[in-house]
């Protein structure tokens, strides 16, 4: 009896910072990849000694090795998606900005989201200040965007948004930085649901809501959504599909979050809540 030859699982790059209590960062990615069937691969930019507390110290790795760990994956291994998140200055997105180019120079369908990181869920900066505007440079590489709402307003300079009109105003303006496409993320918002906005092309936003979950636990959720996407990107037909599964996927993750009961701050989700 012939079997059908098995498929390799897509291979997802993430290019972001370390958080040693392994809620956020490199560890939430890889934890996102392996739950939404992606082998991971970390480039690692920045190291955070963190708990769910806060952060108590970032250190920056240098420039040369960031760019020795980029060409050692890319020149060996096919990467199907890439995530980026938190870049921590402006000298590091401006390397990662060049090795994203020639990734899409050899592939323009290659998916890249960004995750705009600028702040943890702790409270604690994770952003120098000169990074932001190369931040805002990065975005045109980006097939899409994953900003909450404080750091969209950050990227605009506007005051955070307070309803969906004016979520889906900044994701139009977000849109003009040059990102392909763009999901505004409303968890920091209030209601009885968590709310955000896809904005794709020309086309009218689409709302995408999920019931909002009460636990103070919700360490890496950003991370682990924009993870998810590009975990998922390769293995389904469009932007939409992927991301309306990752933020269901992440709701279950938020939902279960409370049974690891981890440190004595907001905890991670629960990652593997469909596997353990």
Not at 1 to 25: E, F, K
Not at 158 to 173: G, H, I, S, T, Y
Not at 261 to 269: H, Q
Request: contains cysteine; negative net charge.
């Amino acid at each position: 009896m012939l079997t059908a030859a098995r498929q390799p699982p897509p291979v997802a790059l993430t290019i972001a910072g370390s958080d040693s209590s392994g809620g956020a960062g490199i560890q939430a990615d890889l934890k996102s990849f392996a739950a939404l069937g992606a082998y991971g691969m970390s480039v690692i930019v920045a190291l955070t000694a963190q708990s769910t507390r806060g952060v108590s110290g970032i250190w920056p790795v240098p420039v040369e090795f960031v760019n020795q760990q980029l060409d050692a994956v890319i020149a060996d291994i096919r990467i199907d998606a890439i995530k980026v998140g938190m870049l921590a200055s402006a000298e590091l997105a401006d390397a990662v900005a060049v090795h994203l180019d020639q990734l899409r120079a050899a592939n323009p369908e290659l998916p890249i989201v960004i995750d705009p990181v600028m702040v943890a869920t702790s409270g604690s900066r994770l952003l120098a200040d000169d990074a932001v505007d190369a931040l805002r440079r990065i975005l045109p590489r980006a097939s899409l965007i994953t900003p909450n709402l404080p750091e969209a307003a950050a990227l605009l300079g506007n005051p955070v948004a307070n309803d969906l009109d004016a979520m889906a105003k900044q994701a139009r303006q977000l849109r003009q930085l040059g990102a392909d496409r763009v999901l505004l993320k409303g968890g920091h918002g209030g209601g009885e649901q968590s709310l955000d906005v896809l904005v794709e092309f020309d086309d009218e936003p689409v709302v995408l809501a999920a019931p909002r979950i009460a636990t103070v636990n919700t360490h890496g959720t950003g991370c682990s959504l924009s993870s998810a996407i590009a975990a998922l990107r390769p293995q389904r037909d469009s932007w939409s599909e992927a991301v309306g599964e990752a933020k269901n996927w992440l709701t279950g993750a938020i939902a279960r979050a409370d049974e690891l009961e981890l440190g004595s701050g907001p905890g991670p989700v629960h990652h593997f809540y469909r596997n353990w």
